[in-house]
């Protein structure tokens, strides 16, 4: 089983920046393309960017678009977002899991963007 353990959330005022992290148990996880959800309270989870198991592909989210980049580094089994100029909307509990069926989920890291 690969552990996913998120990392790097807090509370920051509108503009500013946060990485994340998302590190591995184990370099299982590095077979799989990975993804940064977030769920906000009273609504769904959704996913907002995934990076391909080697990293060369990434998608986002439109409301992310340019303002979050997904990156990994697999020899570290860790996989990162970094948040640039965020927004109150972009409070919410932030998971990594891998894309598809496997894994589970983790308990997250909370960004709270707020004034």
């Known amino acids: 089983q690969v552990q996913l353990v998120e990392s790097g959330g807090g509370l920051v005022q509108p503009g500013e920046s946060l990485r994340l992290s998302c590190a591995a148990s184990?370099?299982?996880?590095?077979?799989?393309?990975m993804g940064w959800y977030r769920q906000a309270p009273g609504k769904q989870r959704e996913l907002v960017a995934a990076i391909s198991s080697g990293g060369g592909t990434t998608n986002y989210a439109d409301s992310v678009k340019g303002r979050f980049t997904i990156s990994r580094d697999n020899a570290k089994n860790t996989v990162y977002l970094r948040m640039n100029n965020l927004t109150p909307e972009d409070t919410a509990v932030y998971y990594c899991k891998m894309i598809g069926p496997f894994g589970s989920w983790g308990q997250g890291t909370q960004v709270t963007v707020s004034s």
């Open positions: 184990g370099s299982a996880s590095s077979i799989y393309a």
